[in-house]
Nanobody, 125 residues
């Protein structure tokens, strides 16, 4: 496994969680990174993405203003700070990496080459 997510859990609506994704320098160093989620019975949904330097980020409309993606290039770590969580945020969250050398794309899962195993986030009402 080349990407490992952590930080998921069961929280109440309005709470916060911070997801982390650890990976190798080989994957992380030259790659734009993203977070996706998959709710039960649904397809992968784009959440957020960040370019290699961390200076450019994009978000889905459903999380904009509540979630913040960031990266620590010295530690090969990707983060997703999730505030004011809602029951509709319940899903398995995945971190993903684009092929080295590419910037952020349009947010389609097909644009990402490497995937973690996911971490469950459950938000109760």
């Amino acid at each position: 496994v080349q990407l490992v997510e952590s930080g998921g859990g069961l929280v109440q609506a309005g709470d916060s969680l911070r997801l982390s994704c650890a990976t190798s320098a080989t994957i992380f160093g030259g790659a734009a990174m993203g977070w996706f989620r998959r709710a039960l019975g649904k397809a992968h949904e784009f959440v957020a993405q960040i370019n290699r330097s961390g200076g450019i980020t994009t978000y889905s409309d459903s999380v904009k203003g509540r979630f913040t993606i960031s990266r620590d290039n010295a530690k090969n770590m990707l983060y997703l700070q999730m505030n004011n969580l809602k029951p509709e945020d319940t899903a398995v969250y995945y971190c993903a990496a684009r092929p080295p050398g590419l910037g952020i794309g349009s947010g389609r899962p097909q644009e990402y080459q490497y995937w973690g195993q996911g971490t469950q986030v459950t938000v109760s009402s």
